[in-house]
Protein backbone atom coordinates (compact mmCIF):
# COMPACT_ATOMS: atom_id res chain seq x y z
CA UNK A 1 0.00 0.00 0.00
CA UNK A 2 1.28 3.23 -0.62
CA UNK A 3 2.13 5.44 2.37
CA UNK A 4 1.37 9.31 2.52
CA UNK A 5 3.77 12.17 2.49
CA UNK A 6 2.95 12.48 6.46
CA UNK A 7 3.02 8.64 7.37
CA UNK A 8 6.79 8.89 5.35
CA UNK A 9 8.12 11.82 7.56
CA UNK A 10 7.52 9.96 10.71
CA UNK A 11 8.85 6.70 9.24
CA UNK A 12 12.16 8.21 9.22
CA UNK A 13 11.73 10.44 12.82
CA UNK A 14 11.24 6.58 14.04
CA UNK A 15 14.40 5.65 12.54
CA UNK A 16 16.97 8.49 13.41
CA UNK A 17 15.60 8.20 17.21
CA UNK A 18 16.78 4.32 17.07
CA UNK A 19 19.91 4.90 15.47
CA UNK A 20 20.82 7.81 18.06
CA UNK A 21 19.63 5.40 20.60
CA UNK A 22 22.43 2.78 19.73
CA UNK A 23 25.50 5.17 19.53
CA UNK A 24 24.09 6.07 23.26
CA UNK A 25 24.55 2.35 24.23
CA UNK A 26 27.73 2.07 22.16
CA UNK A 27 29.35 5.22 23.80
CA UNK A 28 28.52 4.00 27.45
CA UNK A 29 29.33 0.50 26.83
CA UNK A 30 33.45 -0.20 28.15
CA UNK A 31 33.94 2.19 31.30
CA UNK A 32 30.77 4.08 31.65
CA UNK A 33 31.41 4.65 35.09
CA UNK A 34 34.40 7.58 34.61
CA UNK A 35 33.18 11.30 34.84
CA UNK A 36 34.11 14.14 32.28
CA UNK A 37 38.01 15.13 32.92
CA UNK A 38 37.53 19.01 34.96
CA UNK A 39 40.52 21.30 33.52
CA UNK A 40 40.14 24.04 35.56
CA UNK A 41 41.98 23.39 38.37
CA UNK A 42 45.16 22.65 36.61
CA UNK A 43 44.80 25.83 34.87
CA UNK A 44 44.32 28.57 37.82
CA UNK A 45 47.73 26.89 39.29
CA UNK A 46 49.53 27.93 36.15
CA UNK A 47 48.08 31.33 36.17
CA UNK A 48 49.59 31.50 39.38
CA UNK A 49 53.04 30.79 38.91
CA UNK A 50 53.28 32.95 36.25
CA UNK A 51 51.92 35.61 38.16
CA UNK A 52 53.98 34.80 40.79
CA UNK A 53 57.06 34.55 38.43
CA UNK A 54 56.04 37.98 37.35
CA UNK A 55 56.02 39.93 40.73
CA UNK A 56 59.45 38.23 41.79
CA UNK A 57 61.46 39.76 38.51
CA UNK A 58 59.52 42.96 39.52
CA UNK A 59 60.29 43.23 43.37
CA UNK A 60 64.21 42.10 42.08
CA UNK A 61 64.19 44.78 39.60
CA UNK A 62 62.84 47.70 41.72
CA UNK A 63 65.06 46.52 44.39
CA UNK A 64 67.78 47.26 42.39
CA UNK A 65 66.73 51.38 41.45
CA UNK A 66 68.64 54.10 44.07
CA UNK A 67 69.98 57.21 43.91
CA UNK A 68 73.32 55.89 41.90
CA UNK A 69 71.36 53.75 39.28
CA UNK A 70 71.46 54.25 35.41
CA UNK A 71 68.67 55.42 33.00
CA UNK A 72 68.45 51.91 32.36
CA UNK A 73 68.14 50.17 35.88
CA UNK A 74 65.14 52.27 36.15
CA UNK A 75 63.46 51.84 32.77
CA UNK A 76 63.93 47.55 33.08
CA UNK A 77 62.45 47.96 36.64
CA UNK A 78 58.97 50.13 34.84
CA UNK A 79 59.20 47.47 32.49
CA UNK A 80 58.58 44.40 34.97
CA UNK A 81 56.33 46.38 37.16
CA UNK A 82 54.14 46.26 33.69
CA UNK A 83 55.02 42.98 33.35
CA UNK A 84 53.43 41.90 36.25
CA UNK A 85 50.11 43.59 35.90
CA UNK A 86 49.90 41.92 31.98
CA UNK A 87 50.22 38.89 33.81
CA UNK A 88 47.54 39.29 36.10
CA UNK A 89 45.19 40.69 33.30
CA UNK A 90 45.74 37.51 31.26
CA UNK A 91 44.95 35.08 34.22
CA UNK A 92 41.40 33.83 32.78
CA UNK A 93 41.17 30.71 35.45
CA UNK A 94 41.73 32.21 39.09
CA UNK A 95 38.76 34.29 40.87
CA UNK A 96 38.41 37.81 40.85
CA UNK A 97 39.17 38.21 44.43
CA UNK A 98 42.31 36.46 43.88
CA UNK A 99 43.38 38.72 41.03
CA UNK A 100 42.71 41.65 43.23
CA UNK A 101 44.73 40.72 45.90
CA UNK A 102 47.71 39.83 43.32
CA UNK A 103 46.94 43.70 41.90
CA UNK A 104 47.32 44.97 45.59
CA UNK A 105 50.60 43.78 45.48
CA UNK A 106 52.08 45.00 42.45
CA UNK A 107 50.45 48.02 43.29
CA UNK A 108 52.97 48.25 46.37
CA UNK A 109 55.78 47.50 44.73
CA UNK A 110 54.75 50.19 42.10
CA UNK A 111 54.43 52.94 44.64
CA UNK A 112 58.15 51.76 45.69
CA UNK A 113 59.49 52.22 42.54
CA UNK A 114 57.52 55.40 42.34
CA UNK A 115 59.55 56.71 45.67
CA UNK A 116 62.81 55.00 44.64
CA UNK A 117 62.59 57.35 41.52
CA UNK A 118 62.06 60.46 43.10
CA UNK A 119 64.62 60.24 45.44
CA UNK A 120 67.00 59.30 42.24
CA UNK A 121 66.01 62.70 40.59
CA UNK A 122 66.19 64.65 43.88
CA UNK A 123 69.67 63.05 44.14
CA UNK A 124 70.02 64.00 40.66
CA UNK A 125 69.23 67.70 41.16
CA UNK A 126 71.50 68.22 43.92
CA UNK A 127 75.00 66.96 42.12
CA UNK A 128 73.70 69.13 39.00
CA UNK A 129 73.33 71.88 41.54
CA UNK A 130 76.82 71.44 43.23
CA UNK A 131 78.12 70.59 39.41
CA UNK A 132 76.17 74.26 38.15
CA UNK A 133 78.12 76.04 40.82
CA UNK A 134 81.24 74.99 40.44
CA UNK A 135 80.84 76.31 36.91
CA UNK A 136 79.50 78.90 37.57
CA UNK A 137 82.38 80.23 40.26
CA UNK A 138 85.20 79.02 37.78
CA UNK A 139 83.10 81.24 34.70
CA UNK A 140 83.17 84.14 37.27
CA UNK A 141 87.23 83.41 38.23
CA UNK A 142 88.07 83.29 34.37
CA UNK A 143 86.23 86.04 33.05
CA UNK A 144 88.20 88.29 35.62
CA UNK A 145 91.11 86.74 34.61
CA UNK A 146 91.27 86.13 30.85
CA UNK A 147 93.52 88.84 29.24
CA UNK A 148 95.00 89.44 25.97
CA UNK A 149 98.77 88.89 24.69
CA UNK A 150 100.99 91.23 25.79
CA UNK A 151 104.71 91.11 25.02
CA UNK A 152 105.08 94.93 26.28
CA UNK A 153 107.64 94.41 29.67
CA UNK A 154 105.53 96.14 32.47
CA UNK A 155 102.86 95.11 35.06
CA UNK A 156 100.46 94.34 32.13
CA UNK A 157 102.90 92.20 30.77
CA UNK A 158 101.15 88.56 29.61
CA UNK A 159 103.00 86.18 27.67
CA UNK A 160 104.84 82.91 27.42
CA UNK A 161 108.17 82.03 24.95
CA UNK A 162 110.51 79.14 24.63
CA UNK A 163 113.25 78.59 27.95
CA UNK A 164 116.49 77.85 26.42
CA UNK A 165 117.15 76.09 23.04
CA UNK A 166 115.41 73.38 23.18
CA UNK A 167 111.16 72.61 23.60
CA UNK A 168 111.48 70.51 27.38
CA UNK A 169 110.42 73.93 29.06
CA UNK A 170 108.39 77.53 28.35
CA UNK A 171 108.41 80.60 30.45
CA UNK A 172 105.51 81.54 31.73
CA UNK A 173 105.92 85.85 32.09
CA UNK A 174 102.97 87.88 34.05
CA UNK A 175 103.85 91.23 35.56
CA UNK A 176 107.51 93.05 35.35
CA UNK A 177 110.61 91.35 36.96
CA UNK A 178 112.13 87.65 37.23
CA UNK A 179 110.22 87.25 40.44
CA UNK A 180 107.22 86.85 37.72
CA UNK A 181 108.37 84.49 35.73
CA UNK A 182 107.85 80.78 36.02
CA UNK A 183 109.14 78.09 34.15
CA UNK A 184 106.70 75.25 33.19
CA UNK A 185 108.28 71.69 32.37
CA UNK A 186 106.88 69.24 29.35
CA UNK A 187 104.92 66.45 30.64
CA UNK A 188 104.77 62.89 30.04
CA UNK A 189 100.73 63.14 29.49
CA UNK A 190 100.19 63.46 26.13
CA UNK A 191 98.09 65.88 24.05
CA UNK A 192 96.36 64.68 21.04
CA UNK A 193 98.12 66.54 17.52
CA UNK A 194 95.48 69.20 16.61
CA UNK A 195 95.11 69.88 12.30
CA UNK A 196 98.52 68.31 11.92
CA UNK A 197 99.88 70.15 14.40
CA UNK A 198 101.74 68.25 17.62
CA UNK A 199 100.76 69.06 20.93
CA UNK A 200 102.44 68.95 24.34
CA UNK A 201 101.36 69.92 27.76
CA UNK A 202 103.61 71.42 30.24
CA UNK A 203 103.20 72.36 34.01
CA UNK A 204 104.80 73.69 36.73
CA UNK A 205 106.13 71.10 39.13
CA UNK A 206 106.54 73.56 42.42
CA UNK A 207 103.91 73.69 45.21
CA UNK A 208 101.83 77.04 45.35
CA UNK A 209 100.12 78.36 43.22
CA UNK A 210 99.28 76.11 39.88
CA UNK A 211 100.44 76.52 36.20
CA UNK A 212 99.35 74.67 33.27
CA UNK A 213 99.92 75.16 29.56
CA UNK A 214 99.64 73.41 26.31
CA UNK A 215 101.45 74.11 23.06
CA UNK A 216 101.03 73.02 19.42
CA UNK A 217 104.00 72.86 17.39
CA UNK A 218 104.44 72.57 13.61
CA UNK A 219 107.16 69.67 13.55
CA UNK A 220 108.31 68.16 10.65
CA UNK A 221 111.02 64.98 10.50
CA UNK A 222 112.64 64.80 7.66
CA UNK A 223 114.10 61.77 6.25
CA UNK A 224 118.02 61.62 7.70
CA UNK A 225 120.94 60.00 5.95
CA UNK A 226 122.08 56.38 6.35
CA UNK A 227 123.58 55.53 9.95
CA UNK A 228 126.96 54.86 8.40
CA UNK A 229 127.28 57.48 5.66
CA UNK A 230 129.14 59.57 6.28
CA UNK A 231 131.28 58.62 9.21
CA UNK A 232 131.14 62.23 10.81
CA UNK A 233 128.30 64.11 9.74
CA UNK A 234 127.17 67.81 12.35
CA UNK A 235 123.99 68.12 10.82
CA UNK A 236 123.48 64.50 12.97
CA UNK A 237 125.66 65.51 15.17
CA UNK A 238 127.33 62.02 16.15
CA UNK A 239 131.28 60.50 14.96
CA UNK A 240 131.45 56.31 14.27
CA UNK A 241 134.31 54.84 15.63
CA UNK A 242 137.23 55.48 12.98
CA UNK A 243 138.30 51.73 13.70
CA UNK A 244 135.13 49.82 12.74
CA UNK A 245 132.81 52.90 11.40
CA UNK A 246 130.09 50.78 12.94
CA UNK A 247 129.90 52.12 16.58
CA UNK A 248 128.90 55.39 18.05
CA UNK A 249 130.55 55.91 21.50
CA UNK A 250 127.87 57.18 23.68
CA UNK A 251 130.61 59.22 26.45
CA UNK A 252 132.22 61.85 24.42
CA UNK A 253 130.03 64.64 25.05
CA UNK A 254 131.97 67.34 23.14
CA UNK A 255 132.33 65.38 20.23
CA UNK A 256 128.71 64.25 20.30
CA UNK A 257 126.45 67.27 21.78
CA UNK A 258 122.97 66.48 22.26
CA UNK A 259 123.04 63.00 21.69
CA UNK A 260 120.99 62.10 24.59
CA UNK A 261 117.46 63.22 23.26
CA UNK A 262 118.62 60.67 20.69
CA UNK A 263 118.57 57.72 22.81
CA UNK A 264 116.15 54.99 23.43
CA UNK A 265 115.25 51.82 24.95
CA UNK A 266 112.40 50.70 26.89
CA UNK A 267 115.57 49.65 29.58
CA UNK A 268 115.96 53.46 30.05
CA UNK A 269 112.46 54.24 31.32
CA UNK A 270 112.97 55.99 34.72
CA UNK A 271 111.41 58.94 35.11
CA UNK A 272 113.84 60.68 37.46
CA UNK A 273 117.01 60.05 38.19
CA UNK A 274 119.80 57.13 37.74
CA UNK A 275 119.11 53.67 37.03
CA UNK A 276 122.28 51.10 36.68
CA UNK A 277 122.45 47.79 36.04
CA UNK A 278 123.96 44.65 37.10
CA UNK A 279 127.06 43.84 35.01
CA UNK A 280 127.48 40.28 33.39
CA UNK A 281 129.83 38.63 31.97
CA UNK A 282 130.34 39.97 28.04
CA UNK A 283 132.89 38.81 25.36
CA UNK A 284 136.72 39.13 25.68
CA UNK A 285 136.30 38.59 29.25
CA UNK A 286 135.09 42.05 29.92
CA UNK A 287 131.89 43.00 32.45
CA UNK A 288 129.13 45.22 31.40
CA UNK A 289 125.60 45.26 30.15
CA UNK A 290 123.80 44.48 26.73
CA UNK A 291 120.29 46.80 26.18
CA UNK A 292 118.67 46.74 22.72
CA UNK A 293 117.09 50.06 21.97
CA UNK A 294 117.45 52.47 19.18
CA UNK A 295 119.51 55.90 18.35
CA UNK A 296 118.52 58.07 16.05
CA UNK A 297 115.18 56.65 15.43
CA UNK A 298 118.13 53.69 14.27
CA UNK A 299 117.30 50.52 15.97
CA UNK A 300 120.48 48.23 17.54
CA UNK A 301 122.54 47.45 20.90
CA UNK A 302 123.97 49.32 23.39
CA UNK A 303 126.53 47.62 25.22
CA UNK A 304 128.43 49.34 28.48
CA UNK A 305 132.20 47.86 29.56
CA UNK A 306 132.72 48.48 33.08
CA UNK A 307 135.75 47.49 36.10
CA UNK A 308 134.51 46.70 39.11
CA UNK A 309 132.97 48.09 41.22
CA UNK A 310 131.36 50.09 39.27
CA UNK A 311 128.03 49.70 37.33
CA UNK A 312 126.92 50.58 34.12
CA UNK A 313 123.98 53.58 34.29
CA UNK A 314 121.59 55.59 32.44
CA UNK A 315 120.99 59.32 33.83
CA UNK A 316 117.39 60.86 33.32
CA UNK A 317 117.81 64.93 31.87
CA UNK A 318 115.60 66.96 30.56
CA UNK A 319 117.29 66.32 27.26
CA UNK A 320 117.01 62.45 27.54
CA UNK A 321 119.34 59.83 28.98
CA UNK A 322 122.92 60.52 29.68
CA UNK A 323 124.84 56.97 30.17
CA UNK A 324 127.85 56.06 31.75
CA UNK A 325 128.50 54.63 35.16
CA UNK A 326 127.81 54.45 39.36
CA UNK A 327 130.99 54.02 41.04
CA UNK A 328 130.70 52.17 44.70
CA UNK A 329 129.74 55.31 46.07
CA UNK A 330 126.81 55.61 43.69
CA UNK A 331 128.21 58.44 42.09
CA UNK A 332 127.48 59.07 38.06
CA UNK A 333 129.84 59.99 35.71
CA UNK A 334 131.09 59.29 31.74
CA UNK A 335 134.48 58.09 33.40
CA UNK A 336 132.71 54.94 35.29
CA UNK A 337 131.33 52.87 31.92
CA UNK A 338 131.87 52.73 28.98
CA UNK A 339 128.78 52.68 26.09
CA UNK A 340 128.67 52.02 22.84
CA UNK A 341 126.04 51.71 20.19
CA UNK A 342 125.73 49.82 17.29
CA UNK A 343 123.25 49.67 14.67
CA UNK A 344 120.92 46.60 13.24
CA UNK A 345 122.27 47.68 9.56
CA UNK A 346 124.20 50.95 8.69
CA UNK A 347 121.73 51.19 5.68
CA UNK A 348 119.12 52.43 8.08
CA UNK A 349 118.19 56.18 7.81
CA UNK A 350 118.42 58.17 10.45
CA UNK A 351 115.36 60.17 12.09
CA UNK A 352 116.11 63.66 10.70
CA UNK A 353 115.18 66.45 13.51
CA UNK A 354 113.03 69.40 12.89
CA UNK A 355 115.29 71.97 14.83
CA UNK A 356 113.18 75.27 14.11
CA UNK A 357 108.83 75.68 13.99
CA UNK A 358 106.46 77.80 14.78
CA UNK A 359 104.70 77.43 17.72
CA UNK A 360 101.45 78.21 19.21
CA UNK A 361 99.38 77.78 22.92
CA UNK A 362 98.13 79.25 26.16
CA UNK A 363 98.73 79.30 29.31
CA UNK A 364 96.67 78.88 33.18
CA UNK A 365 97.41 80.30 36.52
CA UNK A 366 95.79 79.11 39.68
CA UNK A 367 96.24 80.74 42.34
CA UNK A 368 97.63 78.62 45.63
CA UNK A 369 94.21 79.07 47.11
CA UNK A 370 92.30 78.85 44.27
CA UNK A 371 90.56 81.97 44.51
CA UNK A 372 91.63 83.29 41.28
CA UNK A 373 92.36 82.90 37.59
CA UNK A 374 94.79 84.20 35.07
CA UNK A 375 94.96 83.15 31.47
CA UNK A 376 96.76 83.78 27.90
CA UNK A 377 97.74 82.87 24.78
CA UNK A 378 101.33 83.00 22.91
CA UNK A 379 103.15 81.95 19.93
CA UNK A 380 106.75 81.45 19.90
CA UNK A 381 109.49 79.54 17.30
CA UNK A 382 111.44 77.17 18.49
CA UNK A 383 115.30 77.53 17.31
CA UNK A 384 115.98 80.70 15.02
CA UNK A 385 112.98 82.28 13.66
CA UNK A 386 112.69 82.08 9.88
CA UNK A 387 113.95 85.84 8.44
CA UNK A 388 114.38 87.28 5.02
CA UNK A 389 110.39 86.70 3.85
CA UNK A 390 110.25 89.81 1.99
CA UNK A 391 106.45 89.21 0.07
CA UNK A 392 106.18 92.92 -0.91
CA UNK A 393 105.88 91.85 -4.07
CA UNK A 394 103.70 89.27 -4.31
CA UNK A 395 100.71 89.47 -5.63
CA UNK A 396 97.62 86.91 -5.82
CA UNK A 397 95.80 85.20 -3.05
CA UNK A 398 96.47 82.43 -0.56
CA UNK A 399 94.68 80.18 1.77
CA UNK A 400 96.01 79.10 5.11
CA UNK A 401 94.17 76.05 7.27
CA UNK A 402 95.19 74.66 10.73
CA UNK A 403 94.11 74.73 14.39
CA UNK A 404 93.20 77.19 17.78
CA UNK A 405 93.57 76.78 20.68
CA UNK A 406 92.82 78.64 24.21
CA UNK A 407 90.46 79.45 27.49
CA UNK A 408 87.24 81.08 27.55
CA UNK A 409 84.59 82.11 29.94
CA UNK A 410 81.08 82.93 29.89
CA UNK A 411 79.31 84.05 32.84
CA UNK A 412 75.67 85.02 34.15
CA UNK A 413 74.77 85.48 38.19
CA UNK A 414 71.16 86.02 36.96
CA UNK A 415 70.57 82.27 35.76
CA UNK A 416 71.97 82.71 31.63
CA UNK A 417 74.48 80.28 30.29
CA UNK A 418 77.93 79.65 32.68
CA UNK A 419 80.37 78.04 30.65
CA UNK A 420 84.73 78.39 31.08
CA UNK A 421 87.29 76.17 30.32
CA UNK A 422 89.97 75.41 27.41
CA UNK A 423 88.97 74.69 24.00
CA UNK A 424 90.33 73.77 20.35
CA UNK A 425 88.78 74.93 16.90
CA UNK A 426 89.60 75.36 13.30
CA UNK A 427 91.35 78.52 12.40
CA UNK A 428 91.63 79.48 8.31
CA UNK A 429 93.10 82.57 7.40
CA UNK A 430 92.82 84.36 3.56
CA UNK A 431 95.43 86.73 2.40
CA UNK A 432 95.13 88.85 -0.54
CA UNK A 433 98.85 89.78 -1.90
CA UNK A 434 98.27 93.49 -3.69
CA UNK A 435 99.56 96.90 -3.42
CA UNK A 436 98.19 96.46 0.15
CA UNK A 437 98.36 93.01 1.21
CA UNK A 438 95.38 91.93 3.35
CA UNK A 439 94.43 89.17 5.37
CA UNK A 440 91.10 87.92 7.28
CA UNK A 441 90.12 84.45 9.24
CA UNK A 442 87.85 82.79 10.93
CA UNK A 443 88.15 80.60 13.82
CA UNK A 444 85.14 77.69 13.85
CA UNK A 445 84.38 74.24 14.72
CA UNK A 446 84.83 75.22 18.60
CA UNK A 447 85.74 71.87 20.67
CA UNK A 448 85.13 72.30 24.42
CA UNK A 449 86.97 70.11 26.89
CA UNK A 450 84.22 68.93 27.85
CA UNK A 451 84.42 66.75 24.40
CA UNK A 452 81.00 68.91 23.24
CA UNK A 453 80.72 70.77 20.59
CA UNK A 454 80.05 74.74 20.76
CA UNK A 455 77.98 76.66 18.06
CA UNK A 456 79.93 79.40 17.98
CA UNK A 457 82.70 81.52 15.74
CA UNK A 458 84.98 84.29 15.50
CA UNK A 459 86.00 86.58 12.99
CA UNK A 460 89.25 87.98 12.48
CA UNK A 461 88.39 91.44 10.86
CA UNK A 462 90.61 92.57 8.03
CA UNK A 463 94.07 93.40 8.77
CA UNK A 464 96.99 93.81 7.16
CA UNK A 465 100.44 92.45 6.23
CA UNK A 466 104.05 94.01 6.18
CA UNK A 467 106.75 92.95 3.91
CA UNK A 468 108.14 90.61 6.42
CA UNK A 469 105.33 89.12 7.25
CA UNK A 470 104.08 90.41 10.44
CA UNK A 471 100.21 90.64 10.90
CA UNK A 472 100.50 94.09 12.67
CA UNK A 473 97.65 96.70 11.49
CA UNK A 474 94.69 97.15 9.37
CA UNK A 475 95.00 97.66 5.43
CA UNK A 476 94.95 101.33 6.25
CA UNK A 477 97.71 100.80 8.80
CA UNK A 478 95.96 101.39 12.36
CA UNK A 479 98.69 99.68 14.56
CA UNK A 480 97.84 96.54 16.47
CA UNK A 481 99.97 96.78 19.55
CA UNK A 482 99.50 96.14 23.42
CA UNK A 483 99.38 99.93 23.64
CA UNK A 484 96.94 100.71 20.92
CA UNK A 485 94.92 97.50 20.45
CA UNK A 486 92.96 97.43 17.31
CA UNK A 487 89.11 96.54 17.60
CA UNK A 488 89.01 93.71 14.76
CA UNK A 489 86.98 90.44 16.18
CA UNK A 490 83.35 89.36 16.34
CA UNK A 491 82.44 86.91 18.80
CA UNK A 492 79.24 84.92 17.76
CA UNK A 493 77.07 81.77 19.72
CA UNK A 494 74.57 80.30 18.80
CA UNK A 495 73.86 82.67 15.66
CA UNK A 496 74.14 85.97 17.40
CA UNK A 497 76.83 88.42 16.91
CA UNK A 498 78.51 90.48 19.48
CA UNK A 499 80.04 94.12 18.96
CA UNK A 500 83.56 94.67 17.37
CA UNK A 501 85.69 93.91 20.38
CA UNK A 502 89.36 93.28 21.47
CA UNK A 503 92.52 92.32 18.46
CA UNK A 504 94.15 89.89 17.05
CA UNK A 505 97.71 89.24 15.30
CA UNK A 506 100.67 87.11 14.57
CA UNK A 507 102.77 86.64 11.55
CA UNK A 508 103.31 84.61 8.30
CA UNK A 509 106.86 83.17 7.93
CA UNK A 510 109.16 80.56 6.29
CA UNK A 511 109.43 81.16 2.14
CA UNK A 512 107.99 78.60 0.41
CA UNK A 513 107.69 78.13 -3.14
CA UNK A 514 107.39 81.52 -5.48
CA UNK A 515 107.80 83.35 -2.03
CA UNK A 516 104.69 82.48 -0.66
CA UNK A 517 104.57 82.02 3.34
CA UNK A 518 104.04 78.60 4.19
CA UNK A 519 103.58 78.88 7.64
CA UNK A 520 100.88 81.07 9.82
CA UNK A 521 100.73 82.06 14.00
CA UNK A 522 99.02 84.68 15.64
CA UNK A 523 97.23 85.02 18.71
CA UNK A 524 93.63 86.99 19.44
CA UNK A 525 91.24 88.21 22.33
CA UNK A 526 87.33 88.79 22.10
CA UNK A 527 84.62 89.76 24.22
CA UNK A 528 80.49 88.85 23.78
CA UNK A 529 78.94 91.32 25.35
CA UNK A 530 80.00 92.12 29.39
CA UNK A 531 79.38 88.24 29.82
CA UNK A 532 82.02 86.52 27.63
CA UNK A 533 85.91 86.66 27.00
CA UNK A 534 87.88 84.16 25.10
CA UNK A 535 91.91 84.39 24.35
CA UNK A 536 93.70 82.15 22.37
CA UNK A 537 95.91 81.23 19.58
CA UNK A 538 96.42 79.98 16.23
CA UNK A 539 98.65 77.67 14.02
CA UNK A 540 98.06 77.05 9.71
CA UNK A 541 99.85 76.19 7.20
CA UNK A 542 99.67 77.53 3.16
CA UNK A 543 96.68 75.00 1.73
Known amino acids: MKKTKTERSLLRLSAAAMLAGVMILAGCSGGGDQPPVDTSVEDAATDRKAINDAIGAAETAVAAVNDASDAATVAAADSKVADARSAI ?13 FTGTVDALDGRLTAAKNSRTAAMDDDQKAEDMAMMAKANKLLAGIV ?12 AEYAGSN ?26 ALNGWEGKKYADPADGDSY ?34 TELTMNDENADAGWASRVASSSFD ?36 VTSPNKCAAEKTSDGFTLG ?8 GTGNGTWTFKAGSNETKVMGIDTAYASYGWWLKTSEDGKTMEASAFTDNKGTAPTGLEIGGLRGTATYKGGAAGQYALHSSTGGMNDAGNFT ?58 QNPHVGTVWTIDGTAAAKSGQWLGNLQERGKDGVPMVGKGTFYTEHSNSGKMVGSFGVNHQ
Not at 214 to 233: D, H, I, Q, R
Open 325 to 332: GVNASNVF
Open 270 to 305: QKAGIKSFTSVLLSGDRIGKTISGSYHGVSGTYTCV
Open 167 to 192: DANIMVTIGTGESNETTLTAQKATVA
Open 148 to 159: RRNTTEGADERN
Open 89 to 101: AAAANIPAAEKTA
Open 425 to 482: ADATLEATFAANHKITGTIDNFMGADGKSRNWSVELKEAGISDNGGITGTATGVAIDA
Open 212 to 245: EAVVYSNVVTPEGLKFASPTTNDAYQYTLDANSN
